[in-house]
């Protein structure tokens, strides 16, 4: 499975962005879609994710502003952030897991928020 993201960029704050992660490959069952970021000096966090069994979730900081979906005919998963603040900027990772537990990163999009 190979993930190709996109859609990162330099944008105000109170900006909009439109991550995009397209999936090819072998890819059978799904088990979980997500992105995380990662800012300087700081863990990978999650920041929304899609969970086959159990629905969607989205880290407290992000909640009310940013959506995540995902287009299964595109094999594409995506992340639209508005309301974007400084605290936000970081490079931005899709994830998948396999019903099998493998686990496959994208390479990341930097987004930075300027305030």
């Known amino acids: 499975v190979q993930l190709q993201a996109s859609g990162g960029g330099l944008v105000q704050a109170g900006g909009s962005l439109r991550l995009s992660c397209a999936a090819s490959?072998?890819?059978?069952?799904?088990?979980?879609v997500g992105w995380h970021r990662q800012a300087p000096g700081k863990q990978r966090e999650l920041v929304a994710g899609?969970?086959?069994?159990?629905?969607?979730v989205y880290a407290d900081s992000v909640k009310g502003r940013f959506t995540i979906s995902r287009d299964n005919a595109k094999n594409t998963v995506y992340l639209q952030m508005n309301s974007l603040k400084p605290e936000d900027t970081a490079v931005y990772y899709c994830?998948?897991?396999?019903?099998?537990?493998?686990?496959?990163w994208g390479q990341g999009t930097q987004v930075t928020v300027s305030s």
């Open positions: 994830k998948v897991v396999t019903n099998r537990g493998v686990a496959y």
């Open positions: 490959g072998s890819i059978f069952s799904i088990d979980y």
């Open positions: 899609i969970f086959r069994t159990s629905g969607t």
